[in-house]
């Protein structure tokens, strides 16, 4: 009976909770709130986010969720490198690429946590070796996926 508990607790801290559904932004560490929405489809193995303004087309990007590593073309020259994976109920993302000039590199990482009730997610933006980019801010549920 105990080493069923403790494998339970062992299983809780691997959770990967659905993220899907389409979310609006609620709070920002910096600059100001935007009226854009952000929709999430997730799989098995992939995560597609999709952020939404009115009046404008969609801007979709895929990552994997098991550790694998993509390479696609970004803002249509440039090459970047995604993965993705969960860590104790939280999924990161990474992405790594060319950065706004030609020598400079740029890593970017993503961590997504999502609150006990389901109906806010929280998006921490880091930029690996320039932290002063670095923000954060919270997005809440505005329909579920079923």
């Given at each position: 009976l105990l080493?069923f508990?403790?494998?339970?607790?062992?299983?809780?801290?691997?959770?990967?909770?659905?993220?899907?559904g389409t979310?609006?932004?609620?709070?920002?560490?910096?600059g100001?709130?935007?009226?854009?929405?952000?929709?999430?489809?997730?799989?098995?193995?992939?995560?597609t986010?999709?952020?939404?303004?009115p009046?404008?087309?969609?801007?979709?990007?895929?990552?994997?969720?098991?550790?694998?590593?993509i390479?696609?073309?970004?803002?249509?020259h440039?090459?970047?490198?995604?993965?993705?994976y969960?860590?104790?109920g939280?999924?990161?993302?990474?992405?790594?690429?060319?950065?706004?000039?030609?020598?400079?590199?740029?890593?970017t990482?993503?961590?997504?946590?999502?609150?006990?009730d389901?109906?806010?997610?929280?998006?921490t933006m880091?930029?690996?070796?320039d932290?002063?980019?670095?923000?954060?801010?919270?997005?809440?549920?505005?329909?579920?996926?079923?």
């Amino acid at each position: 009976l105990l080493l069923f508990a403790l494998f339970g607790v062992a299983f809780g801290q691997d959770s990967r909770p659905n993220l899907t559904g389409t979310w609006r932004e609620i709070r920002i560490s910096l600059g100001p709130v935007t009226s854009g929405l952000t929709q999430i489809e997730q799989t098995e193995s992939t995560i597609t986010l999709g952020i939404m303004f009115p009046n404008q087309s969609a801007l979709w990007t895929v990552y994997p969720t098991d550790g694998k590593v993509i390479t696609n073309k970004r803002f249509g020259h440039k090459s970047a490198k995604k993965t993705g994976y969960w860590e104790k109920g939280k999924l990161i993302l990474e992405s790594s690429g060319e950065g706004n000039l030609p020598w400079r590199r740029s890593t970017t990482q993503e961590i997504l946590s999502l609150s006990e009730d389901g109906k806010i997610i929280t998006i921490t933006m880091r930029h690996i070796g320039d932290p002063v980019h670095d923000y954060s801010f919270d997005l809440e549920r505005v329909n579920e996926e079923l």
